[in-house]
């Protein structure tokens, strides 16, 4: 490890505690609380890092295949064998976020390392008797780093590139690229052109090719436009007094008239689940599952139903649940753009270092 760690070391290992003068994992929490000192409020300062997603592809499917049990200790296994590659390249995990890691390194050479391990470690195994695939986003940039956490744009850059990315690829910013040494650079290719967060300038997203198979590749072409649609930012809805945002940690909303939906509008022309609004890479889909269907207008004053169907949604408008907006305006559903990333992070809904020490 560095001498100058970026994050904590695992709370469970024994070095790591007595060199910090906390006491063994074994001492009773009597004792521990005794001999603790008053605990500090952590300061966060800013660093020039690598920030790495690693996010499992179609996890839903999984779920629906395996059985939720089966499925979330088949995502652990794999996580702990990555768990396993971290240290290798100086790397920490910060956070869980649902079916994502979020790791961080000294370097951008470290980064794309672990990545191309991690890749390839998940590549050669089977998880509860399943394949899974990684897909992996890194941008290399300033960020406030606190003992857990990590925050800024380029946290939020790599979560776009995580959603960017195809099922066992890696991609990597501009910003990362440069960073490389010449014997890695050799490792990537340019393929899209993207508007990034933070940045008024166009730049180019680079594909890491870490399979050894030969063959595989598609030939890209700049003849044309090739830029990745944008990070517009999460979903607002709004009903009377309740706001809620779909975004990256919470990338599937529920609306309906049952109990159980994140949103209830409790009509009798309302179905028990009415319609999910789910984010998918970077864009927003209303996917109607009633009875009635759902009527959607858009800013510019357009109107259409929509019957077990699903559209994409941008803008602002208006979502009627059962019948169109004008028979019901007082269950008007707004939605807007919150013009901040869709892939900003709040501790509420991370697990922290969530792991065991990982088995070797």
């Given at each position: 490890?560095?001498e ?7 709370p ?8 910090a003068?906390m ?6 929490a009597v004792?521990v609380?005794q001999s ?5 409020i952590?300061?966060a300062e800013?660093?020039v890092l690598?920030?790495l997603?690693a ?18 200790a ?10 396993l590659l971290l240290a290798r390249f ?9 079916d994502e890691?979020?790791?961080v390194?000294?370097?951008?050479d470290q980064?794309?390392?672990?990545a ?5 470690a ?13 897909h ?18 380029t946290v939020?850059v790599a ?7 195809g ?5 990597a910013?501009e910003?990362a ?5 010449a014997a890695?650079?050799?490792?990537v ?5 993207a508007?990034?967060?933070g ?6 997203v680079?594909q890491v ?8 590749l598609?030939d ?7 830029q990745l649609?944008p ?12 706001s809620l945002?779909v975004r990256?940690?919470r ?11 994140d949103?209830?509008v409790?009509?009798p022309k ?8 789910q ?11 009633s009875?009635n269907?759902?009527w ?5 004053g357009n109107e259409c139903h929509?019957?077990?169907a699903e559209m994409?949604?941008?803008g602002?408008g208006?979502?009627s ?5 004008h ?7 707004l939605f807007r753009y919150?013009?901040?990333s869709?892939?900003r992070l709040?501790d ?10 990982p088995r070797?």
């Open positions: 490890m560095s100058n760690p970026l994050f904590l070391h695992d469970n290992d024994e070095a790591t505690l007595k060199a003068g006491p063994d994992p074994g001492v009773t004792t609380a603790q000192p008053e605990p500090q952590a300061r800013r660093r690598a920030v997603f996010d499992v592809s179609n996890s839903t499917a999984l779920y629906s295949k395996l059985g939720d049990t089966q499925a979330k088949a995502i652990d296994e794999c996580f702990e064998r990555i768990l100086e790397g920490r995990l910060v956070k869980t976020i649902g890691l979020l790791c390194f000294p370097t951008a980064a794309v390392l672990a191309s391990e991690m890749q390839v998940i590549d050669e195994r089977r998880f509860g008797g399943q394949a899974i695939q990684l992996i986003g890194l941008h290399y940039g300033a960020a406030l780093v606190s003992a857990n956490d990590v925050y800024g744009d939020n979560g776009y590139l995580t959603a960017v990315a099922a066992g690829q890696i991609v910013s910003a690229a440069v960073q490389l040494s890695l650079k050799s490792c290719r340019p393929v899209y052109r508007l990034l967060k940045s008024g300038r166009e730049t180019i680079y090719v870490w399979s050894r198979a030969e063959g595989e598609t890209v072409s700049f003849d044309f436009s090739r649609p990070d517009m930012g999460a979903l607002v809805l709004e009903l009377d007094q309740t945002e990256a940690e990338p599937s909303v529920s609306i309906g008239r049952s109990s159980k939906c949103l209830v409790d009509v309302v179905s028990r689940l009415h319609l999910t609004i984010l998918r890479r970077t864009h927003f889909y209303l996917v109607d599952q009875i269907g759902t959607v207008t858009t800013d510019g929509l019957l077990r994409m949604l941008s602002a208006v979502i649940l059962g019948c169109p907006q028979a019901a305006p007082e269950w008007r559903i919150d013009r901040r869709v892939f709040s509420a809904t991370a697990a922290v270092l969530p792991f065991p020490v070797r």
